[in-house]
């Protein structure tokens, strides 16, 4: 069972820029995709990014095409989500997720099982 510790939300201006970490533990970190989703109040989860398990491959909402981008340190078993250009209706809780299968390729969000504890991100108008 793997264990995910997200950290890096926080309160942000309209235009700026806040990367989230995702910390994994507890399963061979370079075996298993991992993605972001987002919840905001009100709303269903919703996915924002998924990076396969060698990643080699990268999938977005369209939402946040060109604005976000997901990666992975294998040295530090951390996925990152660096966000860029933030708006208001990017603020919820963003959770990151793991594949419930290994050498996935994170593609469909369906593939998800393990998640995180969120964390907070609030874009200010």
């Known amino acids: 069972q793997v264990q995910l510790v997200e950290s890096g939300g926080g309160l942000v201006q309209a235009g700026g820029s806040l990367r989230l970490s995702c910390a994994a533990s507890?399963?061979?970190?370079?075996?298993?995709?991992m993605g972001w989703f987002r919840q905001a109040p009100g709303k269903e989860r919703e996915f924002v990014a998924a990076?396969?398990?060698?990643?080699?491959?990268?999938y977005y909402a369209d939402s946040v095409k060109c604005r976000f981008t997901i990666s992975r340190e294998y040295a530090k078993n951390t996925v990152y989500l660096q966000m860029n250009s933030l708006k208001p209706e990017d603020t919820a809780v963003y959770y990151c997720?793991?594949?419930?299968?290994?050498?996935?390729?994170?593609?469909?969000?369906?593939?998800?099982?393990?998640w995180g504890q969120g964390t907070q991100v609030t874009v200010s108008s």
């Open positions: 997720a793991a594949d419930r299968l290994d050498y996935g390729l994170g593609k469909d969000p369906r593939d998800f099982g393990s």
């Open positions: 507890g399963r061979t970190f370079s075996s298993y995709a």
């Open positions: 990076i396969s398990w060698s990643g080699g491959s990268t």
